[in-house]
């Protein structure tokens, strides 16, 4: 898998560490935002939204959205767990930090 982002960016360094945490195997590509590399045609064809972090699986099917991307690399580790409580827990502090932080 393929993972797009800037290491200085809080939305990307969030993903980057889960992949550090559960050693994930992956690219990580770094993009160049100030020099509008979210903005290509290749990479708008990738992420419509126009923004890192972007994952791209192994099919090219690509998810955007950082909590997103947490959510997909997490499923079916110890982190997320089985527990609705635990799981609407942790959607409550991703909800959180993107509205209110
Ligand atoms: N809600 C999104 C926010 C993503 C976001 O704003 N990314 C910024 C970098 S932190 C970006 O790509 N900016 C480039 C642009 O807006 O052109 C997420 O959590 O992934």
């Not at 992420?47 to 499923?75: F, R, V």
């Amino acid at each position: 898998m393929k993972i797009y982002g800037d290491i200085q960016s809080g939305n990307c360094y969030k993903v980057k560490l889960l992949t550090s945490l559960i050693d994930i195997e992956h690219e990580w590509i770094e993009v160049d935002i100030l020099a509008n590399e979210t903005q290509t045609d290749s990479f708008l064809t990738k992420n419509p939204n126009g923004k890192i972090p972007l994952l791209e699986l192994e099919d090219g099917s690509c998810i955007s959205e950082s909590n997103a991307i947490l959510h997909y690399l997490a499923s079916n580790t110890a982190l997320i767990g089985n527990s609705r409580f635990t799981s609407a827990k942790i959607l409550q502090w991703q909800f959180f930090e993107q509205y209110s932080h």
